[in-house]
């Protein structure tokens, strides 16, 4: 507790989040409080709670592991206190992608969401055939060949899309196990009404939409017939993505 209290993180609220997970802490330095709980004791919200602990692992201060409940259920990440003797670390920008304390997001720019009024924009990597004329050729043949390029870049980065789904996906919701044809057709359709394609404004979606339904029990099995659960595919619907811009989860 002592050293969290002295090590200087360059920011108010994040120093609070330190300085809770020393709380919770054993002698070793090891806790595993919830995203929902440090959100409660410092008075902030769950996704600047996640933005403030990634700055704490860049920064050498914090370790992440990830736990899981079962295969296919997250539980409260172990956090492992690193702080360096001599009080001193690498403060990095915040540039997450993600809101953080004193950002308010603006109903009608939701995580980097456009509004009606912008143009989404696609970004696709273009790939195009070079030629070879026959005068550079050293073969006889008097045929232009064709270079087409080996390996084919993917459209997003499909990879790092799930992992920020698993990053902020609240504790008792199932947890995408794989990356399959039917989640990379979801991604693509959705991708053009974000700003951009980004992992990272992938994340801010995603966190907004844990935010939506943290305290809604529907989305976690309850007052529905089924005991259905909000998942990875869910989130990914466009319809999905309108009532989270409207907020009407």
């Known amino acids: 507790m002592v050293k969290a209290m002295e090590f200087k993180v360059g920011n108010p609220l994040r120093k609070l989040v330190l300085i809770k997970l020393a709380d919770n802490a054993n002698d070793k330095g090891e806790c595993f409080p919830s995203h929902n709980t440090i959100a409660k004791a410092c008075e902030i919200s769950r996704s600047s709670v996640q933005a403030h602990i ?27 206190l690193t702080i360096p003797a001599n009080g001193i670390g690498v403060i990095p920008e ?9 950002t308010p997001i603006p109903t009608d720019n939701i ?4 509004t009606d009024e912008q143009e989404p924009v696609s970004i696709e990597p273009v790939n195009e055939s070079k030629k070879i004329n026959k005068k550079d050729l050293s073969s006889s043949n008097d045929i232009q060949t064709e270079i087409k390029p080996k390996n084919k870049k993917a459209k997003y980065d499909y990879q790092g899309i799930i992992e920020a789904y698993r990053d902020v996906v609240l504790d008792g919701l199932p947890v995408p196990d794989e990356l399959n044809a039917k989640r990379k057709t979801l991604i693509n359709k959705l991708a053009p009404k974000l700003k951009n394609a980004e ?34 595919d869910y989130v990914l619907r466009i319809e999905t993505l309108t009532k989270v811009k409207e907020d009407a989860l």
């Open 54 to 80: 990634e700055a704490l692992i860049k920064m050498g201060v914090v370790k992440k592991i990830n736990r899981k409940k079962n295969e296919k259920e997250n539980t409260s990440n172990l956090y492992i």
């Open 94 to 102: 915040d540039n997450t992608g993600i809101p953080v304390a004193g």
């Open 111 to 114: 995580g980097g969401i456009p």
């Open 199 to 232: 992992a990272s404004t992938f994340k801010a979606y995603f966190a907004r939409f844990m935010d939506l339904i943290e305290n809604n029990p529907f989305y976690f099995g309850g007052e529905n017939r089924r005991a259905w659960k909000a998942t990875f």
